[in-house]
């Protein structure tokens, strides 16, 4: 039996772990991390049992279209366990709302700094990545971009768009009450 392969492995594992580089036991480096300011919550809408439903979603304080952008990646698992689905065809909208930089230069404090940013502009321009035009849209997928965005404080109105150009729809979550969950008695 040969033991020079066996000898060689135990010398460079021995030579790797004594690589020169000293213990140093615990060292604190401060207290851990928090999150600060407001809570936000968003809502979403999807599909329950046939009909629009909102979802309650945390959010983040500065970003008004981040309902948009949950929205358009669509159900969690725990969601979908709850029996809601979404028509959405995915990721890909944008909307024209005034998001601050992540890197938190002028953090927005709540609605009515969204307010004052969207100013006498209270419409809402959300844009699908599909090359069908708005008005040809299933009605479903109007009525949860609609009401989503209508769920975001100081939005009134939303149009739909493709990005190319042309004007798009124009729409309400009003225009779609006949898809949305009753209210609770």
């Known amino acids: 039996m040969n033991r020079r392969p066996v000898t060689l492995v135990v010398a460079v594992l021995a030579f790797a772990c004594g690589c020169g580089v000293p213990t140093t ?4 480096v401060g207290p851990l991390p928090s999150a600060q300011g407001p809570a936000v919550n968003n809502t979403i809408y999807f599909i329950k049992d046939g009909r629009l439903a ?78 069908l035009r708005p008005e040809k849209w299933p009605r479903v997928w109007q009525a949860q971009i609609a009401c989503t965005a209508q769920a975001i404080p100081g939005v009134k109105e939303v149009e739909l ?16 009450r006949d898809l949305l969950v009753p209210p609770p008695n």
């Open 25 to 28: 036991g615990i060292t604190k």
């Open 54 to 131: 909102p979802v309650v979603r945390p959010g983040l304080s500065g970003a008004p279209s981040m309902p948009l952008w949950q929205l358009g990646y669509g159900v969690t698992d725990k969601e979908r366990k709850a029996g809601y689905t979404s028509t959405m065809p995915g990721v890909g909208i944008v909307a024209g709302l005034p998001d601050q930089p992540i890197d938190g230069v002028r953090p927005q404090s709540g609605s009515s700094e969204l307010a004052r940013a969207l100013g006498e502009a209270d419409t809402v321009t959300v844009v699908l990545a599909t090359t």
């Open 161 to 176: 768009n493709v990005g190319d150009g042309r004007p798009g729809t124009k729409v309400r979550c009003a225009d779609y």
